[in-house]
């Protein structure tokens, strides 16, 4: 268990592209959420369409959830 | 087309205030990370550290031993029945939000949640705040409102990180229920009042102020029963929310039976029966005749009346209901306190407020407020009435009592958010109200049934624009003005609780000439100290500020802490701190006392050590030992405390200046100043020279801030010297007997 004959280790990310990649990525996030949102408050129960409900949330987690892994390494909680 | 358009209007007005709220919470949780940014995330003050200990203990065994826990380590010879006197609610949420979070495999110690508790429902808080605000005005109105209670000082001061104490949930659950009762009191329907009783339930479990809900809301059902405002919806509601609420607060076991025994208690059982028999006459009135009515109800309703004053002046007489319990008494006659209860008068926080309080706390809200209350009164409808009576009510309370400013702050936010929106509605819009008059009247083409309604709509329009004859100018300034308003109250605001209310308490601050930053954490030094040294079950006697921290950081056996539920056992302390040493000597062993600890600020000019206490250990001590302690022989010739030059014998000799001042006359706290100055005091200290007897200093720490004395354990029999003792013996016979003669001492 010598550690000086361990390779150094290297994020599959760059650590100066965490800032970008945190804020595109929960931005992208949080505006799929809204969508969402305002999609949910004006639909009546006629013009609703449970694919394109599905898609817009689908979409909006992954991003979300991508996104806060980004924002903790970011801030420094290496998770 | 207008249906699109409506639609969209909606969803964009939705998600507006879905974002607003979501900043106003976010605005509020940040606001209050001043103490952990500066020091780190520890419990602050006295009180939260006992609910710590508490929720600790309920983490780590359960919510069932929590509930029976008797905690033999608290007011020592007596120990303290913790399940049964404590408000469960605050332990119960973290404890809640801890376990989901671990089943999230999201694994946080219990103190984190603790620490960061109140600054998450400070959001919540917010929520609440424009959902009731909602239901009282308008959506625009609750917005103003949520961002002003997110950083209000007010609420601010009793819910920074760290702050861990009942008021900080207390709040949500205040303004939640307000909220779910003027909905419930709106729609008549018993789901809402149901929920309100439960929202009550949560709130009976948090904090002792639901004293003040459950009168609020009887007093609400009366004064609408005076107006003429009686309606079903009004008896549906009360009468629901009532049985629910009674028989829900009585499951918390520190309320038990108050409800149906208590003074504070019974305006709510009153207003109960009032109610049936007012529903009883509307029911009756449209089936009897009017003569009939008259007899049954005026003479039945003075003959009922009576009987129930009578009753209950017979119940307290009886002693079945108790009296007005004395710290809600001391609401209505403050000088009562003083006399009787001095515990009660001595806590800062029971002090009348200043006006100066007023402003630090509610800024511009405090200025906008009446306005608010104004427009509720001018435009009064049922549960506008609602906001009127706490507002009052509430604005009395906090001039009484500067903790109350808490249950201020919530009334003068929505008030002020209703002041605000409805001026900006006022002067915002002027063009939209011609569109909204033009769009009225192409809708009158369209449907001629609602011709008459729209011929009043337009003719109510035109009123309205002659009324509001305000030139666009002068609106246009004003509203400037009104937002810079708003700018510095959120400036004062942040400003406030990043000086005044971030304070930990528990280490000390301050500066140096050049600007560096000097921490005394002296308290938990001394904390560290005690835990360290001393035996396990070693009993710690102090005054009882301290009793919690000494029990959560130092995790020692108190005699008394803050929960102040036995002023003779305070009178007992009290009179060991005040009576010199072998007196006090004597309680100690009584009390099988280990170490006694004292607070001393004179070195580094702290204020709030005890020697700036001991009046009231005097006045408590006295209160319950008036023979052996009397105020006046601590005072100095002209009749005030006083430890310098003119202070009496009794002081001297007390065990407090003892303590305090041991070894303090040999020390100088500057190059220039006398030996034994006291910095707090600003005088030189009457007596140096101080010899203990009975007692022996254990530890001092680095400013002398805490000093911990260990009782000293003296032999058996006292030795008596031997001047003392009157002996007449034979004289030793001169040379004929060497060995002596044995001297016997007259008994």
Redesign the interface.
Known sequence: MDISKMDRYAAPVHFSSLPLLATVLCGVGLLLL?AF???Q??STKYNRNVFKELFIAATSSIFLGFGSVFLLLWVGIYV | MITASR??Q???T??LT??ILALAWFVGFASRLFAIVRFESIIHEFDPWFNYRATHHMVQHGFYKFLNWFDERAWYPLGRIVGGTVYPGLMVTSGLIHWILDSLNFHVHIREVCVFLAPTFSGLTAIATYLLTKELWSPGAGLFAACFIAISPGYTSRSVAGSYDNEGIAIFALQFTYYLWVKSLKTGSIMWASLCALSYFYMVSAWGGYVFIINLIPLHALALIVMGRYSSRLFVSYTSFYCLATILSMQVPFVGFQPVRTSEHMPAFGVFGLLQIVALMHYARNRITRQQFMTLFVGGLTILGGLAVVVYFALVWGGYVAPFSGRFYSLWDTGYAKIHIPIIASVSEHQPTTWVSFFFDLHITAAVFPVGLWYCIKKVNDERVFIILYAVSAVYFAGVMVRLMLTLTPAVCVLAGIGFSYTFEKYLKDEETKERSSSQSTNTKDEKLYDKAAKNVKSRNAADGEETAVSGNVRTVISIILVIFLLMFVVHATYVTSNAYSHPSVVLQSSTSNGDRIIMDDFREAYHWLRENTADDARIMSWWDYGYQIAGMANRTTLVDNNTWNNSHIALVGKAMSSNESAAYEIMTELDVDYILVIFGGVIGYSGDDINKFLWMVRIAQGEHPKDIREENYFTASGEYSTGAGASETMLNCLMYKMSYYRFGETRVGYNQAGGFDRTRGYVIGKKDITLEYIEEAYTTENWLVRIYKRKKLPNRPTVKEATIPIKGKKAAQGKNKKGVIRTAKA
Do not use: E, Q
């Open positions: 809204a949102t305002m999609l408050v004006t | 639609s969209s909606l969803g964009a939705t998600l879905i974002v």
